[in-house]
C-alpha cells in the first residue's frame, strides 16, 4: 500500500539534491520501518529510499510506499502517548522513542458543543493541535523528517517556512543536537520569528513571499551536502508526519470516521495526508470503511485552491498572496490539485473568507470553546461558518475541525478587536455605572 500524497517539485534540476545519499545497502536494516520505497504518484515508479522526492522518469512526486504488517488497535493503543504509537504505520525505525525528539501528537479531540450551537450543527468537535511542543502541528512532520535526515546522515537541519514549521525545526533540532538554518519570509508576524530565534541562532529572514523562500531552499538543497530541507529533498518523509492526525481523530473517536472533516489548505499536503490516513485504517481493518467528505479552508487573498474549485479546474493557478493568514500564504500550492481530486471524490468542496472573516473565527472558537487559535485556524473556522450558512456542509453529521496552531503567534490579528469593556475607578460605583451585569 502506497503512502500519502508526497508534493509537486519545486525545481526539477534539482531533483536529486544531495543530504550526501548513503549507496544502496547502506542503510541500517529497519532504517524507514516498513517503508520499501519512494513511488511516483504519477507514473508508479519506484526509486530506493533516500534523499529524493521528484520521480527520475517524470518529474512526478514521490511518496513513501509500505509493506504493512498485520496490527491491531491493541498494539496501537498499547503505544506511547504521541504519534509513535502509529510508528508501524510511518517511515521510522523500530528504535525510534529512543532517539531525542520532540514527542508531538495525541493532541485532544474536544467535543465542541457551544460552537456546534452558534453555528447550528448537531455534533462537532476540534482537533486541537495548539497543544504541540511548538504549538503547532508541524511538530508531527517535523519528527518524521528528524527521523529521516538522522537515518541519511545529514549535518544540518533546515526549512523554508511561513512560520510554524521554522518554530518546528529549530526546537527539534535543539532537542536532537543537530544544526539547524531555517528560512522564513522577513515579514512573517514577529512573534513567529522569536519563536524560531529562541531555538537557534541560524534565522534567515528572506525579502520575498514563501513561494521565494522555497526556491532559495531548493537551490541551497541542491548545492550545499549534507544538508536536509524539510520540505525539499526528505519531503516525502515529512510529509507522512501529518498522517497521524487522521489515525489520531479516527482513534480517538473510538476507532471510527467522522461523518466531514474541515482542514486549512497551505500547500495542501495536510488534507492529503488525513485523506491517506483513513484510507490506510481502512485497508488495514482498523476502523470500518464509511463515506466521509473533506472539505478544505483558505484565505481569500490566497485562495488558488479555492479558485480552481469553484472553476471547476483540475490545474491551480498560482496567486501571489496578499492575506494575515501568513501561516497559509503559498501562492503555488504543491498538492492543490491532488486537494481538488479529494476534495470532489469525498463530495466535499473547498471555500474561502475574508482577513475580517478570519478574525472572526478566531474569536468566535475563543468565546465559544475557550481555544485561541492563530489565523489558519480562524481560517478554518470561518471556512466551517460559511459552508454552515450556505449549505454546502450537512449540519446533522457528526464534523472535526483541525486547529493546527496557537493563538499567541499571530496576537496582531485581533489586538485592535479586542480589549477591556470598560476603565474605570476601584469603586462599586464606577463597576455600576459601566451597566454589566
Not at 115 to 129: E, F, N, S, T
Not at 162 to 187: D, E, H, M, Q, Y
Not at 240 to 246: A, D, H, M, P
Not at 359 to 388: H, M
Request: aromatic share 6%.
Amino acid at each position: 500500500m502506497s503512502a500519502s500524497l508526497a508534493e509537486r517539485p519545486v525545481c526539477p534540476d534539482v531533483l536529486d539534491a544531495d543530504v550526501t545519499a548513503p549507496a544502496p545497502g547502506a542503510l541500517r536494516p529497519g532504517a524507514f520501518g516498513n517503508a520499501v520505497g519512494l513511488s511516483c504518484r504519477e507514473c508508479g515508479h519506484l526509486e530506493q529510499l533516500g534523499p529524493h522526492y521528484a520521480c527520475p522518469e517524470c518529474f512526478g512526486p514521490l511518496e513513501v510506499a509500505y509493506e504493512f504488517p498485520a496490527i491491531t488497535r491493541e498494539q496501537i493503543e498499547a503505544g506511547p502517548r504521541n504519534i509513535w504509537r502509529y510508528q508501524a504505520l510511518l517511515p521510522v525505525p523500530t528504535d525510534i522513542t529512543e532517539s531525542p525528539n520532540t514527542e508531538p501528537g495525541f493532541t485532544r479531540l474536544l467535543r465542541a458543543d457551544n460552537l456546534a450551537a452558534a453555528l447550528g450543527l448537531a455534533r462537532l468537535w476540534v482537533k486541537d493541535d495548539s497543544t504541540n511542543p511548538t504549538h503547532s502541528f508541524k511538530d508531527r512532520v517535523v519528527a518524521c523528517a528528524l527521523s529521516a535526515a538522522r537515518e541519511l546522515g545529514a549535518t544540518t537541519f533546515a526549512c523554508p517556512s511561513t512560520g510554524n514549521l521554522a518554530n518546528a525545526v529549530a526546537a527539534a533540532g535543539a532537542r536532537a543536537g543537530i544544526k539547524t538554518v531555517v528560512f522564513i519570509p522577513s515579514n512573517l508576524e514577529h512573534p513567529k520569528q522569536v519563536n524560531s530565534a529562541v531555538y537557534t541562532e541560524q534565522l534567515v529572514a528572506v525579502n520575498g513571499t514563501y513561494d521565494d523562500v522555497n526556491r532559495l531552499a531548493s537551490e541551497i538543497a541542491g548545492e550545499e551536502e549534507g544538508w536536509a530541507f524539510v520540505n525539499v529533498n526528505v519531503r516525502p518523509f515529512y510529509a507522512e508526519g501529518s498522517k497521524t492526525l487522521g489515525y489520531e481523530i479516527a482513534e480517538q473517536l473510538g476507532w471510527r470516521l467522522p461523518d466531514q472533516v474541515v482542514i486549512p489548505v497551505a500547500s495542501g499536503s495536510q488534507l492529503t495526508k488525513v485523506d491517506k490516513a483513513f484510507q490506510e485504517l481502512i485497508a488495514l481493518g482498523l476502523v470500518e470503511a464509511k463515506p466521509y467528505r473533506i472539505f478544505g479552508a483558505q484565505a481569500t487573498g490566497c485562495s488558488p485552491v479555492s479558485a480552481a474549485f469553484k472553476d471547476g479546474h483540475d490545474v491551480v493557478r498560482p496567486v501571489k498572496p496578499d492575506t494575515i493568514a501568513k501561516s497559509l500564504a503559498i501562492g503555488n500550492p504543491a498538492d492543490g490539485p491532488y486537494v481538488l481530486d479529494i476534495c470532489r471524490r469525498t463530495g466535499g468542496a473547498v471555500e474561502d473568507i475574508t482577513d475580517e472573516e478570519v478574525r472572526e473565527g478566531i474569536i468566535l472558537l475563543a468565546r465559544t470553546e475557550g481555544i485561541f487559535t492563530e489565523t489558519a485556524g480562524g481560517t478554518t473556522v470561518g471556512v466551517l461558518k460559511k459552508l454552515v450558512e450556505t449549505g454546502q456542509l450537512d449540519t446533522e453529521l457528526e464534523t472535526v475541525v483541525i486547529n493546527t496552531g496557537m493563538g499567541l503567534k499571530t496576537l496582531d490579528a485581533v489586538s485592535d478587536r479586542v480589549g477591556p469593556a470598560a476603565v474605570i475607578e476601584p469603586s462599586y460605583a464606577a463597576f455600576a455605572a459601566t451597566g454589566i451585569s
